[in-house]
């Protein structure tokens, strides 16, 4: 077989392959909203409209864009995840945000949960402890259009210098909760964060500060994430 031979059965092999386009990604996503989010316990419209708009198969690697929209979280390189949908869903509803609400996300990853904060009309701070991961997302929600400001640190540090926060999002799993956290949200703001343990038995916990500054924490789901790394300790 000749070389011209191979290379067009090679092309036609490659078009024959199937291959998503944006109305199928669309379509992916309004689905992903109907059966995962909204039949479930997802009521929030504004985290519905987020979710339905935000490209989540551009925040995960090429070769699983076509999973993005399943009902599973998935590896983003640096052995992290990025969450579930329903999680996602589920912690943007549970800390109640309205437009213009000075949010904090810990953990950026691929930057998606920043990306449906800020649809949803927040502004957005996000610190990632892995500087590769934190550039990339960086860029991403640029290019993207996201107004999201990205901080390579510790998390468990926050961001003083923009603190106080209405909300505060933990997407690693933390042990305790971190106290410097505590203090950045504002009297009235929630935090939520997986808490527990270990990883087997962690817990969605719902963190309020009272006007008076007095604070209270709730269960609302076992989860299981990724851990929440201590800065100060090297990294393994
Ligand atoms: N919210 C992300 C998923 C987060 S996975 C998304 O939407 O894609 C958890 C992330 O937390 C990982 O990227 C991990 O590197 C980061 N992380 C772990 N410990 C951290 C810490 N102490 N400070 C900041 N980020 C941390």
Known sequence: MSLRV????????????????????????????????????????????????????????????????ADHPL?????????????????????????GDKVLEIGTGSGYQAAVLAAMGAEVYSVEIIPELAVQASERLKRLGYKVRVMAGDGNLGWPGE?????????????KIPPKLVEQLKPG?????PLGPDVWSEELTLVSKDAQGGVSKRSLLAVRFVPLVDGAQPRK
């Open 75 to 99: 590896p983003i390189g640096q052995g992290q995840t990025i969450s579930q949908p329903y999680i996602v869903a589920f912690m943007s509803q549970a800390v109640a945000i309205k437009p």
């Open 6 to 69: 191979i290379l067009s059965c090679a092309l036609l092999l490659s078009l024959a392959l199937p291959v998503w386009g944006a109305e199928d990604y669309a379509a992916a996503r309004q689905r992903m909203v109907s059966e995962q989010l909204a039949a479930r316990d997802i009521k929030d419209p504004r985290v519905l409209a987020a979710m339905g708009q935000v490209p989540r198969h551009l925040f995960v690697p090429p070769d699983l864009r076509e999973k993005a929209y």
């Open 163 to 175: 603190a106080p926060f209405a909300a505060i999002l933990v997407t690693a799993g933390a042990r």
């Open 189 to 193: 703001g929630r935090m939520i964060l």
